[in-house]
C-alpha cells in the first residue's frame, strides 16, 4: 500500500501542478491558450479511454505486472517531461503519465478491496483519499513556488525520484492478490468505449474552453457520437458473457448511490476549483502563489482529515457522515455565492476549509460504502465504472463552471457602462463566479437528496452476492 500510495501522491501531484504554469509555458513555447489547454484535455482523454478497459485488465494481469507498467510509463513520461523543449514532446509526456495513472489508480481501490477486511476498509480509503485530495492541493502551491525561483521543468524534477523511491519499494514489497482469468479482450467493446468516453470528455472538454461553446460543431458532434457509441457498448456488454466492464454493478442500490455521491463531489470539486483561483487571480488580484497557498489549507485538512473520516465510517457507517458533510458544503456554497472582491482573505480560507472538509465527510466514506456491496468478482468493474464516470463527472464539471463563468461576465458587462474598466471586469468575474457556485449548490442538494437513501452494508450480505 506504501508503494502504491507514494506513487498514486506523485501522480496526482505533478497532474494539478501543470495547470498554474500554463501561463508560462504558453510564453516559453509561444503557443495559444487553446493549444495549451491540451496539456489538461490530453489528460483526461487519456484517462477517459483506458479507464473503461481497467476491469479487464485487472483480471486479466497480475498485481506485479500492472504496477510495473504503470510507473514504467509514469516514469518515463515525467523524464520526458522534465527534458522537454518543445510543446510535442511535453503533450506525448502528459499522455504517458496519464496512462501510469489511469492504471495505479484502479489497481489501488481494487487491491483495498481484496488486501483489507470489510472493517478497516474505510480508513485504508481514508488514505487513498488524503493521496487523491492532499496532492492535487500542494501542485499549485509548490509548483507557484518553483516557477517563481527555477523553470517548470522542477515540477517533473521533483516527482521523479518519489517515482522511482515508489517502484523499488513495489518491486520488493509488492505482492500479487488478484486471480488472474484468461479472459478476453472484446475488440468492439475497445472501440466503442474509446469512441463513446473518450468522445463525450473530449467534447465536453471543448466546451469549457470557450471557444464557440456549446454550440461549436466540434462539441455538439463529439458529444452525440460519443453518447451513440456509449449505447451501443452498454447493449453490447449486456449480451457479452464475458463483458469487458460488467454493467450488473448496477443491479446493487447502494453502488449507485455511492456513485451519485461521488460524482457531485467530484463535479462541485472541480468547478469550484477552477472558479476559485480566477477569482482570486483576476478578481482580488492576488498572484499565482498567494492563490495557491490560500487554497492549501482547506485541501490539506481534507487530505488529513480523509483517514479519520474512514475510521468514523468503519465504527458508525456512512449515513451520519454523509449528510452531515453535504450539510456543511450547502452552507459553504451558500456563503461562496455571495462573495466580492471585499471579501476578506480570512473569510474565503474558513469557506474553503469547510467546503473540503465537508466534502471528506461524503467521498470516501460513501466511494467505500457502495464499493463493499458488490461480490468479489464485480470489485475490478465497480471501480473501473467509478473512475470512469469521475473522469466524465470532471469534464463536465469544469465545461458547465466555464460556461456560467462566461455566460454571467457577459450579462454583467453587458449593462455595464464602462465594460472594458479592470474595476468592471473584476465585478463581471464576481457576478459570474456567484452563478458558478449556485450551481455547485444545486449539485450538492442533489446529493444531499440521494444521501438521505445511503445505508451501512452489511458486508457478508455482499459476500453472497445478495444485493441487500
Sequence with gaps: MASLLICGFVGMFSETALNIAISNLMDVFQISAATAQWLTTGFL?????????????????????????????????????????????????RVLQAVGMGLLIPLMFNTILIVYPPEQRGAAMGFVGLVIMFAPATGPSVAGLLIEYFTWHYIFWLSLPFLIVGLLVGLKYLENVTEVTKSRIDILSVILSTIGFGGVVFGFSKAGEGEGGWTSAVVVSSIIIGLIALVLFALRQNVMREPMMNLRVFKYPMYIVGLVLVLACMMIILSSMIILPMFLQNGMGLTAFAAGLMLLPGSALNGILSPRMGRLFDKYGPRGLVISGLIIVVAALWFFSSISVVSSV?????????????????????????????????????????????????????????????????????????????????????????????????????????????RRVIVKHAMMNSPH
Design 346 to 454: 480570512a473569510f474565503l480560507v474558513t469557506l474553503h476549509v469547510g467546503l473540503m472538509v465537508g466534502i471528506s465527510m461524503v467521498w470516501m466514506p460513501a466511494q467505500t460504502n457502495g464499493l463493499n456491496q458488490l461480490p468479489p468478482e464485480l470489485y475490478p468493474h465497480g471501480t473501473a465504472i467509478m473512475n470512469t464516470l469521475q473522469q466524465v463527472a470532471g469534464a463536465i464539471g469544469t465545461a458547465v463552471a466555464i460556461s456560467i463563468l462566461t455566460g454571467g461576465m457577459q450579462t454583467y458587462l453587458h449593462s455595464s457602462t464602462a465594460p472594458t474598466e479592470q474595476a468592471e471586469l473584476a465585478k463581471a468575474l464576481t457576478f459570474g463566479s456567484q452563478n458558478v457556485f449556485i450551481f455547485a449548490m444545486i449539485v450538492t442538494l442533489i446529493g444531499l437528496c440521494t444521501g438521505f437513501f445511503i
Design 45 to 93: 482523454l487519456t484517462l477517459g479511454i483506458l479507464m473503461p478497459m481497467t476491469g479487464w485488465l485487472l483480471q486479466r494481469f497480475t498485481t506485479r505486472q500492472l504496477f510495473i507498467a504503470s510507473l514504467a510509463s509514469s516514469i518515463v513520461g515525467t523524464l520526458i517531461a522534465a527534458l522537454a523543449f518543445n510543446f510535442e514532446m511535453l503533450m506525448l509526456a
